[in-house]
């Protein structure tokens, strides 16, 4: 295929123009680029932290010298299954492509849905993180702000304020956002290194390895996340930890079509940031728990916990990793707001979306989906503003998250050697099949996990939005006026027009 001059078409754009797709993102991102927006929207520094106590105050020390490397082991059995996909179908929106590719377009329109949602509330949780704890317990006072004299107008004010900065870096000014991603992608190594030496150089206690793997029933104690449980269902919650941590890696995929080389770097990319995040994460969250005077005291305090093992160490050293934990946290919503406004113009590119005329629109300069983008901060602001709705989304976003990430690995399962014969450049080879159901089974039963009591109400949300998508496909004919991917002559009609598409945009210069 050749450009109107004669000139051979890049890989990566013959590619997509074969998928039935013109190429209207700028393709700015390298192989550490697209690590780096995964890795930056993991973020250790973030859910590592705020979701602590939800392993802690399940099993004890055991939740985390045990849990968290199951989880792990989980995530990257996902991961290496969904990087097998990716790289054969490296399009924007990717788990949607995937699902309806594998699975037809309905089980696709569903993946798309439970993926978006998770995307929406995976904002809002990030960035009011990004508030409490580290704005308002750490920030605020080095400014001789009360973190008591901080209000719900306080909170709204902030939330709208970064989330909107967070969409205006992601829209116009696209390739500062992909630089401050990249650096990001460094920081969060240099700063969970200086973090945990920091805090066993200054711990007030000598370090005690048997509290790693020294199981504790602390659920239904005063200050445990957790209702009681017995033991073996306490240590299974406590897999939230690493489940609500090691999520979002699908910002790789979502960003497919900005990345050079994407059939090999968007798989490399998936594959090492949930390596990195569960290798750091572990020893991150691990020396938590060496350093914490006494472990149920620690559970008691909350996210306070965080703010009492810092406060040993000097302040000069203390308010430089505050800082840098802030500005990290940042970038981790922006991130999210990248994958959340890609997922969202690739599904209303193929009128999945209400207003996908819009929501498809790209500016023809900056070559950014902009109205997905600001649609994304406002429906993530919107969330934030209630308080019980809030909690119960935020703890969904993950349940939903690995939903949609279960459901096109299903689907390669039951179609490889079938329907689907044609793989990327990275495959998995004899261990395909295994891990699609492992990974198949382990996301389901860590979405099944999150939906327990105290968050009984996840379930309900996702029964009914289950529910709902289902009544919306078959009772108002969705299912017939939904197209999904474009194939065979579908395809071929696109291919007429990519040319002229694509003449429209230009390439965004660099600052």
Not at 291 to 300: L, N, Q, S, Y
Not at 440 to 468: C, D, F, H, R, S
Request: proline share 5%; charged share 10%; hydrophobic share 50%.
């Amino acid at each position: 295929m050749h450009t109107p001059t004669g000139t051979p078409l890049d890989p990566d754009v013959k590619l997509l123009h074969e998928m039935g797709y013109a190429q209207e993102l700028s393709r700015r991102m390298g192989r550490f680029s697209n690590f780096a927006v995964s890795f930056s929207l993991i973020c250790i520094l973030s859910g590592g932290i705020t979701s602590f106590q939800m392993g802690l105050s399940a099993a004890g020390g055991a939740s985390i010298g045990l849990g968290w490397p199951l989880g792990g082991l989980f995530a990257m059995v996902v991961a290496a299954s969904m990087a097998q996909i990716a790289s054969a179908y490296p399009t924007a929106g990717g788990l949607y492509h995937w699902g309806s590719i594998l699975g037809g377009k309905g089980w696709g329109w569903l993946t798309a849905w439970f993926n978006l949602l998770g995307l929406v509330f995976v904002v809002a949780a990030i960035n009011f993180g990004t508030y409490d704890p580290f704005f308002k317990t750490l920030i605020a006072p080095m400014f001789g702000i009360a973190p008591e004299s901080l209000g719900w107008i306080h909170q709204t004010l902030f939330l709208a304020a970064i989330t909107s900065l967070q969409a205006l870096l992601n829209h116009r000014f696209i390739h500062v956002a992909s630089r401050i991603t990249d650096l990001s992608g460094y920081l969060i190594f240099v700063v969970t290194v200086l973090l945990v030496l920091s805090l066993i150089a200054y711990a007030p206690v000598k370090p005690d390895f048997s509290r790693l793997f020294t199981f504790t029933n602390l659920t239904g104690t005063e200050g445990s996340a957790w209702p009681q449980q017995t033991l073996v269902m306490a240590f299974l919650s406590g897999l939230l930890l690493t489940a609500y941590t090691i999520t979002g890696f699908d910002a790789s995929a979502h960003t497919a079509e900005e990345t050079h080389d994407a059939a090999v770097n968007v798989p490399k990319g998936i594959i090492s940031s949930v390596l990195w995040s569960v290798l750091f994460g572990y020893v991150m969250v691990c020396s938590f728990v060496l350093v914490m005077p006494d472990i149920t005291a620690g559970m008691k305090m909350g996210t306070g916990f965080f703010e009492a093992i810092l406060a040993p160490i000097p302040a000069p050293l203390r308010i430089t990793i505050e800082v840098l934990m802030f500005f990290i946290n940042f970038v981790c919503g922006l991130a999210a707001v990248t994958s959340c406004s890609r997922m969202m113009y690739a599904f209303a590119r193929d009128g999945g979306l209400p207003g996908s005329r819009l929501l498809r629109q790209v500016h023809h300069i900056h070559r950014t989906p902009g109205t997905a983008i600001w649609v994304t901060a406002v429906l993530a602001i919107s969330i934030t503003l209630y308080g019980d709705a809030f909690t119960v989304l935020s703890a969904g976003s993950a349940v939903f998250l690995f939903i949609s990430y279960a459901m096109p690995i299903a689907a390669g399962f039951l179609t490889e050697g079938k329907s689907w014969t044609t793989k990327g450049p990275f495959t998995l080879g004899a261990w395909s099949k295994p891990f699609a159901l492992f990974g198949t089974l382990g996301a389901l039963v860590l979405a099944y996990v999150g939906m327990q009591p105290p968050n009984e109400k996840v379930a309900y949300v996702t029964i009914a939005v289950a529910v709902l998508l289902n009544l919306i496909w078959f009772a108002f004919g969705v299912r017939k006026t939904f197209a999904g991917p474009p194939i065979g002559k579908r395809i071929v009609e696109r291919q007429s027009h990519m040319e002229e598409i694509e003449a429209e945009f230009e390439e965004p210069t660099a600052p």
